[in-house]
């Protein structure tokens, strides 16, 4: 009898419930402002105070609140899930504005889904657009990077909002050329005053207006600075391509100072130039673009130039949002880039 009444007992022990789920309004509560002030952080509203985005923040990540995306579905009868279609997430760039997006849209209540495309292959993009268009997504976030796929999605009709942000050749206008504009014009002007006269530019492919943009830059910056530019050499943003584009070269016909594209360039050049035997930066300077991660321990340390990747994929999501919601578009603006000097320039050589 005993034995049945205490197992009557422990049946009768009620469960621990799972924690109950964290709402807009506890979110609110923590972090001492209105439920719908919340909501606008969560649409991603720009006219909130610093310090009260802090808070908001704070109490977002100290309560884990994850948006109910089924019931809000449900509720309003849409989707919250956005398609983002992006270049080979291998590089840099394309890799961090995704992560930006991605971010931006999760804090907005959205799902991020991520289709990577190979653009060396049209057929290989156009079934992506094909699958994609198929879903039931809220909007599109087509990045796009290279011509191919820029014309790809600009002839496509999609069936939701879309936004497709893609680098213009309007270097002087376009905010999203900013790091090609003022990050070229930073390097160049940094050699220049290091007493550098002779200049050699590695550049990135030309069916990326990025790697255009820069071109121009490099070159507008070569002509401010009243320098010279000995010529420009081709590479495709890998390591490989600007270790390529050095060693294929018998000598660098005077040039001091080589301008890479981008870091990974600017490895493999400097690569090239110490087995050529030249002492960087003694013999000669390399800057790159971009402050990848491993630029700071190179060997020497990568003078660069640090762009906000993530302020890009946030406002290429601020764009697309402001679509889907039927809200007022945002002013675009233009991160500024930020020179970091580090080992790898220095004064132009003295003759012996």
């Not at 884990?64 to 579905?73: D, E, K, M």
């Not at 990747?309 to 578009?329: K, V, Y």
Request: glycine fraction near 8%; include cysteine.
């Amino acid at each position: 009898m005993s034995g049945t009444a205490e197992s009557s007992e422990i049946a009768r022990a009620p469960s621990s419930a799972p924690p109950k789920a964290a709402t807009i309004y506890d979110v609110a509560k923590a972090a001492g402002v209105s439920h719908q002030t919340v909501s606008r952080f969560l649409k991603g509203y720009e006219g909130i105070r610093p310090q009260t985005r802090d808070r908001v923040e704070l109490a977002l990540d100290e309560l884990g609140y994850r948006p109910n995306l089924t019931a809000r579905s449900l509720k309003s009868g849409r989707s919250h899930r956005i398609g983002a279609l992006t270049h080979e997430i291998a590089h840099v760039g394309p890799a961090r504005i995704v992560e930006g997006a991605s971010a931006a849209a999760r804090e907005a209540g959205y799902v991020l889904d991520i289709v990577s495309l190979d653009t060396r292959d049209p057929s290989a993009i156009e079934k992506s657009l094909a699958l994609i268009t198929q879903h039931d997504l809220a909007g599109v976030l087509a990045l796009g990077v290279t011509d191919g796929m820029t014309h790809a999605f600009e002839a496509t009709a999609f069936r939701v909002p879309a936004y497709v942000a893609a680098e213009s050749d309007n270097l002087a206008d376009d905010p999203r050329a900013a790091l090609s504009r003022l990050g070229l014009a930073a390097v160049v002007s940094h050699l220049a005053g290091l007493g550098h006269r002779h200049f050699v530019h590695i550049a990135g492919p030309t069916e990326w207006s990025a790697a255009r943009n820069r071109i121009r830059a490099y070159e507008n910056a070569i002509a401010a600075n009243g320098v010279h530019s000995v010529g420009t050499l081709q590479g495709d943003w890998s390591a490989e391509s600007g270790y390529r584009a050095v060693a294929g070269l018998a000598a660098l016909p005077g040039a001091t100072a080589v301008v890479c594209a981008n870091d990974q360039m600017a490895l493999g050049a400097m690569l090239a130039l110490k087995e050529s035997g030249l002492r960087i930066p003694d013999d000669i300077s390399v800057v790159g673009i971009d402050d990848i991660p491993e630029a700071a321990y190179l060997d020497p340390p990568l003078t660069t130039v640090r762009n906000d990747f993530d302020a890009q994929g946030r406002a290429a999501m601020r764009q697309l949002l402001a679509r889907i919601e039927h809200t007022e578009l945002p002013r675009p603006v233009a991160p500024t880039p930020l020179l970091i000097v580090r080992r790898s320039s220095g004064p132009v050589p003295t003759s012996p």
